[in-house]
């Protein structure tokens, strides 16, 4: 499915439910959001994302004001690993 294909389906999918403000970028912050509250680290979200750097992972999940466990797992990021 081309991009403008899946904004298309998105678009109208979101009109039948009375959804005005939806798009692809909205399904790519709702994927980040439940991958974060599955517990997923920063750099499997950042993979996932295809962010190439962690800090452009981050201002997307805080933009939304969603709370960012640094914790243990970002040594992953640091180390080069992510």
Known sequence: M????????IKKAAVKT???RIGPHSSRKTFAK???????????IQAALHH???ETTL??????GWT?????KMSDVHDGIA
């Open 2 to 9: 081309t991009r403008q294909a899946a904004h298309k389906a």
């Open 68 to 72: 960012v466990d640094l914790g243990p």
């Open 34 to 44: 439940a991958m974060q509250e599955q517990g997923k680290s920063l750099g499997e």
């Open 52 to 54: 190439t750097r962690p």
């Open 18 to 20: 009375g959804l005005d």
């Open 59 to 64: 201002m997307y999940l805080i933009e939304q």
